[in-house]
């Protein structure tokens, strides 16, 4: 079975300053995806970056990046120099190998950013 | 832009009546995916579909049904509507086996009186 937790369910960062969202992750597949999402208010899931369990190095995908520890289980996203248009829910997902359209997500956490 | 396109946007059913969604997926991507996610929560897996069958399902009982259709377009069918069943529906595409990123819909948003 695969879990994902996120345990901030609200978080709140100034503008143009860095934050992290926290996710756990526990899966007992050996090969894994794990995928951060935005929400904004309209509803749509928008991609931000992906990190394979195999992958080396931590991914990054301009102002984001991946903060992967394997070993704690754990794949925080980092958003650095924090935007107004970054406000919205944010969600942490997990795929095994086989399950091509089959994602497990997180309950999600709330960004806000202040002026 | 994910070239995933969901319809309606928004439905209002009552109790009991039965509500079909649509998704038209991007172009190439012969799986699709339905979610579930009511207010507040993350979204849960309702089924795939590949090659115009099921194949693989979360827990969700018999009456969430869908189709897949040659040329990749999808359906998800709710019968027998229940409150509970009030939630945004996100339809996702991707090319079969793959291990990348699932591309979404904007969702259709049911409310069930």
């Known amino acids: 079975a695969q879990k994902i937790t996120q345990t901030q369910p609200g978080m709140f960062v100034q503008e143009k300053e860095a934050v992290t969202l926290d996710c756990t992750y526990d899966t007992s597949d050996p090969s894994y995806g794990l995928f951060w999402y935005k929400q904004p208010s309209s509803g749509e899931m928008i991609f931000l970056i992906y990190?394979?369990?195999?992958?080396?190095q931590n991914a990054t995908e301009g102002r984001y990046s991946l903060n992967f520890q394997k070993a704690r289980k754990s794949a925080n996203l980092v958003i650095s120099a924090s935007q107004l248009g970054d406000s919205a829910m944010y969600f942490c997902?997990?795929?095994?190998?086989?399950?091509?359209?089959?994602?497990?997500f997180g309950q999600g956490t709330t960004l806000q950013v202040k002026p | 832009e994910t070239g995933v396109t969901q319809s309606p946007t928004h439905l209002i059913k009552t109790r009991g009546q039965q509500v079909t969604l649509r998704c038209s997926s991007q172009?190439?991507?012969?799986?699709v995916s339905w979610y579930q996610q009511a207010l507040g929560q993350g979204p849960q897996f309702i089924f795939q579909?590949?090659?115009?069958?099921e194949n693989g399902r979360g827990n969700f009982p018999p009456r969430f049904s869908g189709l897949q259709f040659p040329n990749y377009s999808s359906e998800l069918n709710v019968n027998a509507l229940e409150l509970d069943d009030s939630a945004l529906y996100l339809c996702?595409?991707?090319?079969w086996g793959s291990g990348g990123e699932l591309f979404f819909g904007e969702g259709s948003r049911l409310t069930v009186l």
């Open positions: 996702a595409s991707t090319p």
């Open positions: 990190q394979g369990s195999y992958d080396q």
């Open positions: 579909y590949y090659r115009e069958e």
């Open positions: 172009s190439g991507h012969n799986t």
């Open positions: 997902a997990t795929k095994g190998s086989g399950n091509t359209g089959k994602l497990i």
